[in-house]
């Protein structure tokens, strides 16, 4: 490694685990290392699920600590970016007034309703050009007026996760503007927050904080991190925040500015989209349920949160629950040797958002709606994956309704793009071609809007190269198969249930 390298990190923090990842650049290609991991989830609390941000930041404090033993004032930069929709809410001393919610929680029950009792869909939906999901931050504000409206009272600011995590490393309060895009309460053109909507809620704005752009530098590290790091020559550089942001950031195409082209950055969730200057607003969009949010450069991701492999992840943990321990591989052969498209489930039912037993849910789903049950363990997995397929493919000609394009390609990123079965089922269902990878999009979205903050790259197409030099990907060709058209059929009706 040559030693005028420079260190770039990178804090990733998703609902499962967290990392600080060390991007090491040499002026054209860029080496990730993972310097620290940690688990991360909810907490219950009383009847409430919550997250325990104290854990997140002593575990990110030991992140630095070890960077800072590797590489010490070769770190030019730290960025974080995490998840969406969740905040922390803290006072004039600087002190977090109660442990924040978890998205999953059921306290924003009834808010969406009560919210549009206030304000029709469609002016919110134009003000904010948001996918409905009953966990925005708009509808949790809603919630905690109705149960602790001291608190709002009491709250000096709101802090979405990375703009906590960046105000605990330097002190500036501030709201990137990628993951203050997912509230549903920034214009998506105006791209500032959309007080006319808060105030005919009734919702003050006392607490809002200046939103900042990509790329923003805010400052060095408290002098006392700093040392107790050993990252003494360390800025603070917000990435895109969101962490689908950063992901989408890390996507290798070689055609920025086209609408040709769609990704899947593929988890916990699916967030399946496409990138484009502005935003679309339109009666259809919203009868489409689609979501403007922010990406770098003032760019908008209009896309479509989907499930994603939750409803995977949440049958392992019954599976394991019962005895039957599953590695992802192991599980992938077991829907990979399962009857083909057997019986479907709607992903984004609010049944799977968080049931007590995801296989129970599964099978309840496709008995009330006449199909033959998933039974066995690889029958599950496999209904979880081709169901995603489908919903994959209902969204790509959502998207080339509302562009006008036609996708060729689609580019998945993220953990999910290890998933070669249901790669393969995204190019049969879609009947386009995939390109998987990178794995570490979101880490190299961050990372690299660091290296040009810092002057080293001069746009995205840049970082996008330097994305494709530094990484493979893998080819995914659609087979002809016409079971997917009639699965295809099966799914919309499906869709109406939930």
Same mark, same amino acid.
């Given at each position: 490694m040559a030693m005028e390298s420079k260190v770039y990190l990178a804090v990733d923090v998703g609902a499962e685990s967290g990392r600080v990842m060390a991007g090491i650049w040499d002026g054209r290609r860029i080496e990730l290392r993972e310097i620290y991991r940690f688990p991360n989830g909810p907490m219950t609390l009383g009847h409430t699920l919550r997250w325990d941000v104290a854990r997140l930041w002593l575990e990110i404090q030991k992140g630095l600590a070890l960077a800072g033993k590797q590489f010490g004032a070769r770190v030019v930069s730290v960025g974080v970016d995490t998840w969406g929709v969740d905040f922390v809410w803290l006072n &004039?001393?600087?002190? @977090?007034?109660?442990?924040?919610?978890?998205?999953?929680?059921?306290?924003?029950?009834?808010?969406?309703?009560?919210?549009?009792?206030?304000?029709?869909?469609?002016?919110?939906? %134009? +003000?904010? #050009? !948001?996918?409905?999901?009953?966990?925005?931050?708009?509808?949790? +504000?809603?919630?905690?007026?109705?149960?602790?409206?001291?608190?709002? %009272?009491?709250?000096? &600011?709101?802090?979405?996760?990375?703009?906590?995590?960046?105000?605990?490393?330097?002190?500036?309060?501030?709201?990137?503007f990628t993951i203050a895009?997912?509230?549903?309460?920034?214009?998506?053109?105006?791209?500032?927050?959309?007080?006319?909507?808060?105030?005919?809620?009734?919702?003050?704005?006392?607490? !809002?904080?200046?939103?900042?752009?990509?790329?923003?530098?805010?400052? =060095?590290?408290?002098? $006392?991190?700093?040392?107790?790091?050993?990252?003494?020559?360390?800025?603070?550089?917000?990435?895109?925040?969101?962490?689908?942001?950063?992901?989408? %950031?890390?996507?290798?195409?070689?055609?920025?500015?086209?609408?040709?082209?769609?990704?899947?950055?593929? #988890?916990?969730?699916?967030?399946?989209?496409?990138?484009?200057?502005?935003?679309?607003?339109?009666?259809?969009?919203?009868?489409?349920?689609?979501?403007?949010? #922010? #990406? @770098?450069?003032?760019?908008?991701?209009?896309? =479509?949160? @989907?499930?994603?492999?939750?409803?995977?992840?949440?049958?392992?943990?019954?599976?394991? %629950?019962?005895?039957?321990?599953?590695?992802? $591989?192991?599980?992938?052969k077991l829907a990979a040797n399962a009857p083909a498209l057997r019986s479907l489930v709607n992903p984004n039912a609010s049944r799977f958002l968080n049931p007590p037993d995801m296989p129970d849910a599964m099978q309840k789903f496709c008995n009330e709606t006449g199909q033959a049950l998933p039974q066995s363990d690889g029958q599950l997995v496999r209904c979880a994956r081709e169901s995603l397929a489908l919903m994959y493919r209902e969204t790509c000609g959502a998207l080339e309704e509302l562009t006008g394009e036609k996708i060729d390609i689609i580019h998945i990123v993220g953990g999910g793009s290890n998933d070669q079965l249901l790669n393969q089922m995204t190019a049969d269902a879609c009947q386009r071609t995939v390109l998987a990878g990178p794995v570490e999009a979101t880490a190299l979205g961050n990372l690299l809007t660091q290296v040009r903050a810092s002057g080293e790259l001069a746009s995205l197409d840049e970082m996008r190269d330097v994305i494709r030099t530094s990484t493979e990907q893998i080819s995914f060709q659609p087979k002809s198969v016409s079971a997917w058209d009639d699965a295809a059929e099966l799914f919309a009706e499906l869709r109406q249930r939930d």
């Open positions: &004039c001393a600087g002190e @977090i007034l109660e442990p924040p919610f978890h998205y999953r929680d059921s306290y924003t029950e009834g808010m969406t309703a009560k919210a549009l009792q206030r304000v029709s869909k469609e002016e919110l939906y %134009a +003000l904010t #050009g !948001l996918q409905f999901m009953p966990f925005n931050t708009l509808f949790q +504000l809603l919630a905690w007026q109705a149960r602790s409206p001291e608190v709002l %009272a009491e709250a000096d &600011c709101l802090l979405f996760m990375p703009d906590f995590l960046h105000w605990s490393l330097c002190g500036v309060k501030c709201a990137e895009s997912t509230s549903q309460f920034v214009h998506p053109a105006h791209q500032g927050w959309a007080v006319s909507l808060l105030e005919k809620l009734g919702l003050p704005i006392h607490f !809002l904080p200046k939103i900042v752009a990509p790329g923003t530098d805010l400052g =060095k590290l408290h002098p $006392a991190l700093a040392k107790k790091t050993g990252l003494t020559h360390a800025r603070v550089v917000v990435p895109p925040s969101h962490d689908t942001a950063s992901a989408v %950031a890390g996507v290798p195409t070689a055609r920025t500015g086209s609408a040709k082209w769609a990704y899947i950055s593929s #988890g916990t969730w699916s967030l399946m989209g496409v990138e484009l200057k502005k935003p679309v607003l339109s009666p259809r969009a919203l009868e489409l349920n689609l979501t403007n949010e #922010g #990406g @770098i450069d003032g760019t908008c991701r209009l896309l =479509k949160t @989907i499930m994603g492999l939750w409803l995977v992840q949440q049958c392992r943990r019954s599976f394991a %629950a019962a005895g039957r321990e599953y590695n992802y $591989a192991e599980l992938g």
